[in-house]
């Protein structure tokens, strides 16, 4: 006992084991649901699902012990949520990034930029040159992004050539348990009841697989659910041949147990020792990245991805741990930024996006959690899951992280858009419509970003507020200008 009290500062800090332990075991609870989400976003840009979850898994075990031995925070990191749904549906073919190599390594350059910054003054500058109504609006945008990913990837919202999107085939059972679920989730988000409250998104993903798993075996038992070259497709009415998004089980599929070490092969230093990659391909991605002008769009949208969701987090989460002083600076800054911002240099590389601090992590508070310790407990649970894949790859069924990625977008709009005054300022009214209508029409962050900063600057110009455009800001935004403009211009040169 002594000797955690001497390593976490129970005393200190008035902590009791077993609050932290609770705490630990809980918090990882209520975001485990990253592991299979991620891998299956990731896995959507051609990288090896396994692998994926292995590192993810890895990774957040390694990320959250520095956080929780460096920093004594009660606060567990793992793969960012909008962020790894930003590297692999908004950098696109259109783009000019045509593998999943190309993404990561974008990634890797921005993470390297941002693990500078935050050691120097330029990551606090960063956050104090965009007006604070602008950082919500950008977050905003990556709220509604992931939310629209979310109802794509189960089927709610589907493509339709005429209308260019429209409600999916209510016939297909994964869709009407998706979105009973969705609503459900949600309604739990809301109850006065705080635990139920922090745990709604957990509890809305086992309902769901539970609900999913039954009844996808009634109908592969019934024949109406069959697999066709490995892939589990419909046999019934106008779905017939439509892959289900139904979880299936796993005992069907002969699972493999203990770490996968050949998927972590396919993803490790962005896949260069796979059978179906190399150094030599690597060289020429890199030289193709550096001559697409979107390389630049795409980097520093990362950086401001990234940024604000990790700075979002630790100042909720700190606040709620009491973690912040009488001038309301966070204790123990610097150690702090070193968990995110290694988290944020070493995962693509390694195989994954970026570790980053959860805001499920105030469930551990909630609950008691005030030190390292309950991390400590997370990280190894986090380490146990590594070899356990076939548990969870029941939660990588569209209609079950779909329930995740809706409910944790919502929360993010909630939370940056309940402070804006609407009424009192119509360039923010304008500047939040335009952002959020780009990022969801272009299926583009970057392009959500990029015009709701030029229509901040512009609207500020137009209704004489340009006092509120600082110099920074008219930089980033002909920074922007000059890469749409770029990206639309070299290709027309190169034909």
């Known amino acids: 006992m002594k000797f955690l009290d001497k390593i976490f500062h129970l005393t200190e800090n008035n902590a009791s084991i077993k609050k932290e332990l609770i705490g630990g075991a809980i918090t990882f609870i209520s975001m485990c649901y990253i592991l299979p989400v991620n891998s299956s976003i990731l896995s959507d840009m051609g990288m090896d699902r396994g692998g994926v979850f292995a590192i993810t898994a890895l990774l957040s075990c390694v990320i959250s012990l520095i956080m929780a031995l460096v920093a004594n925070y009660p606060i567990v990191l793992s793969a960012g949520m909008g962020l790894n749904a ?12 045509t593998n999943w190599q190309q993404k990561m390594v974008l990634l890797f350059i921005s993470g390297i930029l941002f693990f500078f910054f935050s050691f120097t003054p330029i990551r606090k500058k960063l956050i104090e040159v965009i007006p604070a109504n602008l950082r919500s609006i950008i977050a905003a945008c990556l709220g509604a992004f992931i939310i629209f990913v979310g109802l794509n990837k189960s089927g709610i919202i589907a493509s339709d050539p005429t209308t260019y999107v429209t409600l999916g085939n209510f016939a297909d059972p994964a869709i009407i348990i998706g979105l009973i679920c969705i609503f459900g989730t949600i309604g739990l988000m809301f109850v006065k009841n705080k635990t139920i409250t922090n ?18 075996s009634i109908m592969i038992g019934a024949g109406t659910i069959k697999e066709v070259g490995g892939v589990y497709v419909y046999d019934f009415a106008n779905l017939s041949g439509v892959p289900t998004n139904l979880p299936i089980a796993p005992w069907l599929s002969k699972p493999s147990w203990g770490i996968d070490v050949n998927g972590i092969r396919n993803v490790f230093f962005f896949g260069v020792f796979s059978d179906s990659y190399s150094f030599e391909k690597l ?3 890199l030289g193709h990245i550096f001559t697409e002008p979107a390389t630049y769009l795409a980097i520093f949208s990362l950086i401001f991805v990234t940024l604000f969701n990790t700075t979002a987090t630790l100042i909720a989460v700190g606040e709620n741990a009491g973690l912040f002083n009488e001038k309301g ?3 123990n800054y610097k150690r702090v930024i070193i968990a995110d911002a290694t988290g944020a240099l070493v995962c693509a590389p390694l195989g994954t996006t970026t570790i980053m601090p959860f805001a499920e992590s105030n469930t551990g ?3 008691g959690a005030k030190t390292g310790l309950s991390v400590t407990l997370a990280s190894f649970l986090f380490l146990l899951s590594a070899f356990v894949y076939p548990l969870f790859s029941i939660f990588t069924a569209p209609s079950i992280y779909a329930i995740a990625l809706v409910s944790i977008g919502l929360i993010i709009m909630i939370s940056s858009l309940r402070n804006i005054d609407f009424k009192e300022n ?6 939040t419509i335009v952002g959020i209508l780009f990022t969801i029409l272009t299926y583009s962050i970057s392009n959500g970003i990029g015009f709701s900063i030029i229509a901040f600057v512009l609207m500020n110009l137009f209704t004489g507020k340009a006092k509120e455009n600082t110099t920074p800001l008219y930089v980033i935004s002909a920074a922007f200008i000059i890469s749409f403009a770029l990206t639309a211009i070299l290709p027309l040169l190169k034909g």
Not at 426 to 431: D, H, K, L, M, N
């Open 283 to 285: 060289g020429e991605d």
């Open 199 to 216: 745990l709604a998104v957990p509890i809305g993903i086992l309902v769901s697989a539970v609900i999913g798993l039954t009844v996808s």
């Open 365 to 367: 508070v909630s609950l």
């Open 86 to 97: 930003f590297v692999a549906y908004s950098l696109t073919d259109a783009m000019g990034f």
């Open 329 to 331: 600076e966070m204790k």
């Open 426 to 431: 119509i360039v923010i009214a304008v500047t």
